[in-house]
């Protein structure tokens, strides 16, 4: 009988490889594959495991003939297109949740990055002509409360940071926690900083852009840990400008001018790159795909 293939056309956590090849699956291990060759050879496999980088689009669907599963060691799914993968009976699995905690500290990271003036001091020999500012007391508004929402909350509490919430979802957030629940109007206008953490879909696409960007407190500042096409880059670059906002700081995000601005501060998508975060998702993704393939939900 033929074993179960899986292409994994991105970097996976080595234990989480072992645990498949140790249940008979045959792994090919070829991360950063070119989309080229990807297209030719996936028609080969019955599973592929795949970060953010890899788009699982209807072009690659079609040509995986075989494909029963397709696993994302990661949150996010809008690198993969759910509708074409339902209508050729292709399962899709991912692990919300396992690199929560590792996205939630560089978002604080970059909060205190913003407020010590860290960019300007590495380039600075003397001591910053600025002072900076400590984040106990301000009022922090959280775009999205699931699970790296929520822990953001956990700790911006422990900084004495005074905490907003929005969400689609009643029951979404920290019931432990002191966080008021108000609308995205509401949180934009009151909050001293702002953070995302939504999923990228229709809904959220642009979900900052200049008319949500004039409503927000004079100098307020704001944290994008999620995905860039959440806010309209051009419209941040004037609100900077302008002084409505303070400060950007950015793991992700397309347009390389935002780089070059003195009160903007970067990462270069590094939000799950911990060791905990990546073994999480390896092992987690791993997992749901050997019980979608026994017919099991993960």
Do not use: C
């Not at 899986?6 to 249940?23: F, I, N």
């Amino acid at each position: 009988m033929r074993k179960v293939r899986a292409l994994v056309s991105d970097p996976l956590h080595p234990e989480a490889l072992q645990r498949l090849e140790e249940a008979g699956v045959e792994v090919v291990y070829r991360p950063g594959v070119e989309r080229e060759e990807l297209l030719e050879i996936v028609g080969a496999f019955e599973v592929l495991l795949v970060r953010s980088r890899t788009r699982v689009d209807r072009e690659l669907l079609e040509r995986a003939t075989r494909l029963r599963v397709v696993g994302r060691a990661g949150t996010g799914l809008d690198n993969i297109d759910l509708e074409a993968a339902r209508a050729r009976g292709v399962r899709v699995v991912h692990t919300p949740g396992a690199n929560a905690n590792a996205v939630a500290e560089l978002t604080v990271g970059l909060m205190i990055a913003l407020h010590r003036h860290l960019k300007q001091a590495f380039y600075e020999r003397e001591k910053p002509r600025r002072y900076g500012r400590e984040l106990r007391g301000q009022t922090l508004g959280i775009v999205g409360l699931g699970r790296i929402g929520s822990r953001v909350a956990e700790l911006a509490h422990a900084f004495g940071m005074r905490l907003l919430g929005s969400d689609p979802l009643p029951e979404a957030g920290p019931s432990h926690l002191p966080l008021r629940r108000v609308s995205l109007e509401k949180l934009l206008q009151d909050s001293d900083g702002i953070t995302l953490h939504v999923p990228l879909n229709d809904r959220t696409r642009g979900l900052l852009g200049p008319t949500q960007l004039e409503q927000v407190k004079e100098g307020a500042w704001l944290v994008n840990t999620a995905r860039a096409a959440l806010v309209d880059e051009e419209a941040i670059w004037e609100a900077l400008e302008r002084g409505r906002l303070s400060g950007y700081a950015a793991d992700v995000w397309e347009d390389p001018r935002l780089v070059t601005h003195p009160r903007v501060v970067t990462t270069p998508h590094i939000g799950a790159q911990t060791e905990e975060a990546q073994r999480n998702a390896g092992l987690g993704v791993a997992e749901q795909v050997l019980a979608a393939l026994r017919g099991r939900d993960g």
